[in-house]
T-cell receptor
Framework: GNSVTQMEGPVTLSEEAFLTINCTYTATGYPSLFWYVQYPGEGLQLLLKATKADDKGSNKGFEATYRKETTSFHLEKGSVQVSDSAVYFCALSESGGGADGLTFGKGTHLIIQP | NAGVTQTPKFRVLKTGQSMTLLCAQDMNHEYMYWYRQDPGMGLRLIHYSVGEGTTAKGEVPDGYNVSRLKKQNFLLGLESAAPSQTSVYFC??????????????FGPGTRLLVL
C-alpha cells in the first residue's frame, strides 16, 4: 500500500533560518504529492503540490520538488518567519485516483523562535 | 464562498451515545471525505463519497456510518460512541479525484471527546 514518511518534530528554528522538512513516499503508481499546513486551531490548507516527476511546487516562499528517483518531496524555505509556526503534512494521492483520499504523513510540528 | 464548514465545532459524548457530524460545501464539489486526526498518527480516511448517493469505506471505517443525500452535504454518524473515537474529525471536498482538480479543501474540524 501507499505510505508517507516525514521527519517528526518538533523542529525548532530561529527566525530567518533555512528550513528543510524531509518527506519520502511509497506508492504503487504515479502519485501526486502535496504539502498541507495546519495552523493552531484550524483545518488543513494546501501549501503546494506537484503532479509529476521533476515538477516543483511553490507558494509563500516554500518550495518542494517531486523526485521520482529518490521518492522524495522535501519542503524547503530560505528564510522562515515566526508566522510559519504550524504543523506541516506531506501527502500523496494516486494518479487519477483521488477518490481513495489522501495518504498523509504523521506531520511535522515547526516552531520558529524570534 | 464559505468553502467547507463543519457542525458542531466541539462535542462531548458519553460512551454509547450517538451523534451526527455535518459537513457542508458550497463549491459544487463531487468528492467528499471524512478523516480523523489523532496525535502522532496524521490524518486517516474514514469514509468518502464520489458523488450524491454514493459512499465508500476508507482506511478506518469501523464504528462510523455516512450518508450523502445531497451533493453539498456529507454526514458522519456514530451510532454508539466509544472512547477510542475521541479525536478531531475533518471533512474535505474536491472537484473530482483526478488530475488538476484533485486538490482537497478542508473544513475547520470537529473536536469530539467521548467519556
Amino acid at each position: 500500500g501507499n505510505s508517507v514518511t516525514q521527519m517528526e518534530g518538533p523542529v525548532t528554528l530561529s527566525e530567518e533560518a533555512f528550513l528543510t522538512i524531509n518527506c519520502t513516499y511509497t506508492a504503487t503508481g504515479y502519485p501526486s504529492l502535496f504539502w498541507y499546513v495546519q495552523y493552531p486551531g484550524e483545518g488543513l490548507q494546501l501549501l503546494l503540490k506537484a503532479t509529476k516527476a521533476d515538477d516543483k511546487g511553490s507558494n509563500k516562499g516554500f518550495e518542494a520538488t517531486y523526485r521520482k528517483e529518490t521518492t522524495s518531496f522535501h519542503l524547503e524555505k530560505g528564510s522562515v518567519q515566526v508566522s510559519d509556526s504550524a504543523v506541516y503534512f506531506c501527502a500523496l494521492s494516486e494518479s487519477g485516483g483521488g477518490a481513495d483520499g489522501l495518504t498523509f504523513g504523521k506531520g511535522t510540528h515547526l516552531i520558529i523562535q524570534p | 464562498n464559505a468553502g467547507v464548514t463543519q457542525t458542531p465545532k466541539f462535542r462531548v459524548l458519553k460512551t454509547g451515545q450517538s451523534m451526527t457530524l455535518l459537513c457542508a460545501q458550497d463549491m459544487n464539489h463531487e468528492y467528499m471525505y471524512w478523516y480523523r486526526q489523532d496525535p502522532g498518527m496524521g490524518l486517516r480516511l474514514i469514509h468518502y463519497s464520489v458523488g450524491e448517493g454514493t459512499t465508500a469505506k476508507g482506511e478506518v471505517p469501523d464504528g462510523y456510518n455516512v450518508s450523502r443525500l445531497k451533493k453539498q452535504n456529507f454526514l458522519l454518524g456514530l451510532e454508539s460512541a466509544a472512547p477510542s473515537q475521541t479525536s478531531v474529525y475533518f471533512c474535505a471536498s474536491s472537484y473530482d479525484g483526478t488530475g488538476a482538480q484533485e486538490t482537497q479543501y478542508f473544513g475547520p474540524g470537529t473536536r469530539l471527546l467521548v467519556l
